[in-house]
């Protein structure tokens, strides 16, 4: 492919917008009159009641986990992954102690909420890693009362320039005909029944109403009522053999159905009118591909029905493959009765943008500008390197060089430039004759070797890019880097249930901790990949968290839970530092998250730089692994042969049990198989 330099496109100046405070949800206890719960409700919920206008929860003694008590008191929020929220509530208890864990935007945990005897007016602030909107709280451990008058969760946001948005479904107000890909589809119990005997979706029927055409549901008694054949749980929820099962709500259903399915986070704004024979009729709804292909559980939340016309409206970001909403029609046990519903005026809109290439840019290291998503720059095709061409930076002006960018095909809402954004799958190395594969992926940023003033061209033919410096830094340069092949062994013992210190005696899931520790510490927003293989002696779980030096606590999440087999693994993340991590220098491992004894290896670890230009840890030795077992120190596995520091070995058979030196026949001591003879 031929390379070009004539196109030079100026960087356009940012231009400050005024911030907004968006509203993403709000519940005032006051105003409810009964419990309002969402996902799949949770577990023990029979501690929660509604007291003095506040959601009340009382609790005699502590279960095991805090998570034995969880609920959803928020859900259907839409969530952009790298936005930072806000969690407003305020909250008092009769004892002061830590209570909640909250998991929300795919942060598993805020950590511990800390409740005193006094209202207290909290916020918290965290950057969402996914997109789950609804709000998770876990408060098993507490033992008390505990009373939350409001939650709100908001974010902030540039005013953004108004846009004209695009009805894309055809006979949406059922007066015409369906066209190719009909906009309604629907399922009654009894009708249009398969081989397993539940009905299937077919297209919606269309019903006259006072000379006005709508699509109409009959929703119909689900009898006999689908039963679980034997005792056991889902979803937390406990269930015996006899007791309806939760397929009763969707044996009745509706769905509006899109002509396409969406780009994950595409901004959709959805209208349509409703009403049932049955009123304060509480409606769920999901997101499918085709009707009847479950897909999740959607952004357009509960939908609350009754016997008069009302009208629905709603802007999200679409998950990515959704083509069509469902609505449930057997929530509160429903099913239990025959139900007429009817829709109109179905909508379902997509923004009118700017469709082509597109560059926002920034220089993370100077801070040069924040992405400018409305004056982004727009790639022109050149006929003579048959590519899309656009040149961001100024030759000559050192202030307008980027080192980081996102190109995306459509301009004109940054929720929607974000959503269609091309993601190159390697990292860029700075050889002007190497060009990169590109995809489709939301919110993609491309991370270029050094700051200045790039070129790049875009092949749609074979969905290649190009990157060439015309001035800049000098490159940073990719390295080779190995696995380290130290063999890491954490002889955790058996976690301590019976301390006299701790409350309970039920011991702490760090009293056993291993440490991969970087060389230097890192920042926010800094990406890396961490790679591992692993095997215990018996099958274990462990967490993750960052810590500055070990032991030294920063953040609760890191690379996720690990979960230890018998069997060798290979573990490989890709971890970007989040904002709460800002100065980490390590990973912790909990390895008394399960109460046994347990061997466990790691080894063969590489912690790198995504860009492979750094290695964060040393490619040999033990310096970089550090261990704590209960009641001991923290050492480094380097030294780990000073007397004093190494942990004790202990032995299990093949069945997991501990056993003593004298033990005759295979066992497994250091995380290996030894036979004693």
């Not at 292909?293 to 998950?319: C, I, M, N, R």
Request: net charge negative; aromatic share 12%; glycine share 8%.
């Amino acid at each position: 492919m031929k390379k070009i330099f004539t196109l030079v496109a100026l960087m356009a100046c940012f231009v400050g917008a005024k911030a907004v405070v968006v509203v993403d949800a709000e519940v005032n206890f006051a105003e409810q009159t009964a419990i309002k719960l969402y996902g799949w409700g949770g577990s023990n919920t029979d501690r929660l009641s509604l007291q003095d206008g506040c959601l009340f929860y009382h609790g005699e003694e502590a279960t095991e986990n805090p998570w034995d008590v969880q609920f959803f008191p928020i859900g259907g929020v839409d969530v952009e992954v790298g936005q930072t929220y806000t969690l407003s509530l305020k909250i008092k208890g009769s004892v002061e102690a830590d209570i909640f864990n909250m998991s929300f935007a795919g942060v598993d945990k805020y950590g511990a909420l800390h409740v005193t005897t006094d209202w207290q007016e909290l916020e918290f602030q965290y950057e969402a890693t996914g997109t789950s909107g609804d709000l998770l709280f876990q408060c098993g451990s507490y033992v008390g009362d505990w009373w939350i008058e409001y939650m709100k969760i908001t974010h902030e946001e540039r005013d953004q320039r108004p846009v004209e948005w695009e009805n894309i479904l055809e006979n949406g107000d059922a007066e015409g005909e369906f066209g190719e890909v009909p906009s309604a589809y629907s399922k009654e119990w009894g009708t249009g029944v398969g081989e397993d005997g539940l009905p299937t979706p077919h297209v919606a029927v269309i019903e006259d109403m006072g000379g006005n055409k709508v699509f109409a549901v009959h929703a119909k008694k689900v009898d006999p009522i689908l039963v679980w054949d034997s005792d056991g749980e889902q979803w937390g929820q406990q269930h015996s053999a006899g007791d309806p099962m939760p397929d009763n709500t969707w044996q009745n259903q509706f769905w509006i159905n899109f002509p396409r399915a969406m780009k994950a986070d595409e901004q959709v704004k959805i209208s349509f009118k409703y009403k049932a024979s049955k009123d304060n009729y509480r409606v769920t709804t999901q997101d499918h591909v085709a009707p009847g292909e479950y897909l999740g559980g959607g952004k357009l939340g509960d939908v609350q029905f009754s016997t008069e016309w009302q009208t629905f409206e709603k802007t999200f970001s679409a998950a990515a493959g959704v083509q069509s909403i469902a609505f449930n029609f057997g929530e509160d046990q429903a099913y239990l009765e025959d139900i007429d519903i009817y829709f109109d005026d179905l909508n379902v809109s997509l923004m009118k943008l700017d469709e082509g290439y597109f560059a926002a840019c920034t220089n993370t290291e100077s801070g040069l500008v924040d992405y400018d998503f409305d004056n982004a720059i727009e790639f022109t095709y050149d006929d003579a390197s048959e590519a899309y061409v656009a040149t961001v930076g100024t030759e000559g002006k050192e202030e307008t060089w980027v080192n980081e960018l996102m190109i995306s095909t459509v301009r004109g809402n940054d929720k929607a430039f974000k959503a269609g954004t091309l993601k190159v799958s390697e990292a860029i190395t700075g050889d002007p004759d190497t060009w990169y594969p590109y995809a489709e992926a939301s919110n993609a940023k491309i991370k270029l070797p050094a700051a200045g003033v790039w070129t790049i061209m875009i092949n749609t033919e074979y969905e290649m890019m190009n990157f060439v410096m015309l001035e800049g830094e000098e490159f940073h340069e990719p390295i080779e880097i190995v696995a380290n092949p130290f063999v890491a062994v954490v002889n955790a013992l058996e976690r301590d249930f019976t301390s006299a210190e701790q409350e309970g005696g039920t011991g702490q899931a760090w009293d056993n901790q291993f440490w991969i520790v970087a060389n230097r510490t890192l920042s926010a927003g800094e990406v890396t990949v961490i790679e591992f293989d692993y095997v215990a002696s018996i099958n274990a779980h462990t967490t993750t968290q960052c810590h500055t030096t070990p032991g030294n606590y920063l953040h609760w999440a890191a690379i996720g839970d690990v979960d230890f087999t018998t069997e060798e693994q290979h573990f490989s993340a890709t971890f970007t530092i989040p904002a709460e991590a800002e100065g980490m220098q390590s990973i912790a491992f909990n390895m008394a998250e399960i109460k046994d004894a347990c061997d466990y290896t790691i080894k063969n670890v590489i912690w790198r730089t995504e860009d492979n230009t750094e290695t964060l840890i040393n490619m040999e030795g033990g310096d970089n692994f550090y261990v704590k077992v209960v009641g001991g120190e923290t050492y480094s596995l380097g030294i780990q042969n000073v007397a004093g520091n190494a942990a004790p070995a202990v032995i299990y058979n093949l069945a997991g049990q501990r056993v003593t030196e004298a033990y005759k026949g295979i066992v497994i001591k250091n995380g290996k198989k030894v036979l004693v003879k």
